[in-house]
């Protein structure tokens, strides 16, 4: 079955240092890639998208990797601020393109 | 700035009563979505349109249904609510193929 898998477990990180996100799919062959951002009781906002022929992208502070032979995607914050503290969705390409199917996504806590 | 409007944050129904929930959307998208979100589950996409009157079943369709009669407003119908229905509801847009989905704020829904 088809399967996109973030770690449930919440992450903590210190202030300064690189936050690192994975995920790992199973039974997609997705075009591209995504990431968002969630705040509590918030809807989720776009971060990033990454196409199945770029190995890495970079918006600022963030880094995403695609490796579609792993079938896993990276995701980097660096010096990660208490600001970033959020829940991290990866949501892949699905239906022609024209579907978003999401991971259960990952909390990040950034802690002083 | 694009904009995506869900018309209630907050709803408390009986179970039983017929549910609606509205999606307006001013980026003039020809695709938007409904989602459910869980804990532990993630988002799940309930219906999608990519056009007016168009509508496609998602993962989780049973016990919801949906109204797309004018481009910028998408409606889903809870026919007749149950308590294992109380969520949060997010509704999304997109212009069509790989691209960002905008999400509205979320509603969150309970049914008791």
């Known amino acids: 079955s088809q399967k996109i898998e973030q770690n449930s477990e919440a992450l903590n990180i210190q202030e300064g240092k690189t936050a690192t996100l994975t995920c790992n799919y199973t039974?997609?062959?997705?075009?591209?890639l995504q990431w968002y951002r969630q705040d509590p009781g918030r809807g989720p906002v776009f971060l990033l998208l990454?196409?199945?022929?770029?190995k890495e992208k970079r918006k600022e502070r963030l880094k995403v990797t695609f490796d579609t032979t792993l079938k896993q995607s990276l995701f980097h914050i660096t010096a990660s601020q208490p600001a970033d503290s959020a829940t991290y969705l990866c949501?892949?390409?699905?239906?022609?393109?024209?579907?978003?199917?999401f991971g259960t996504g990952t909390q990040l806590k950034v802690e002083l | 700035d694009v904009k995506v409007t869900q018309s209630s944050r907050y709803l408390v129904k009986r179970t039983g009563e017929k549910v609606f929930l509205e999606c307006v959307q001013d980026?003039?998208?020809?695709?938007m979505f409904w989602y459910r979100q869980d804990p532990g589950l993630g988002l799940r996409l309930i219906y999608f349109s990519y056009d007016v009157k168009m509508k496609e079943k998602g993962d989780i369709p049973e016990g919801y249904s949906v109204s797309r009669e004018k481009k910028e407003r998408f409606s889903l119908i809870l026919e007749s609510a149950s308590t294992n229905q109380t969520s949060m509801y997010l509704c999304a847009s997109s212009v069509p193929g790989p691209t960002v989905a905008f999400f509205g704020q979320g509603t969150r829904l309970t049914v008791v």
């Open positions: 949501a892949l390409s699905t239906g022609g393109g024209n579907k978003l199917t």
């Open positions: 990454i196409r199945e022929n770029e």
């Open positions: 980026m003039d998208h020809e695709n």
């Open positions: 039974n997609y062959s997705p075009a591209y």
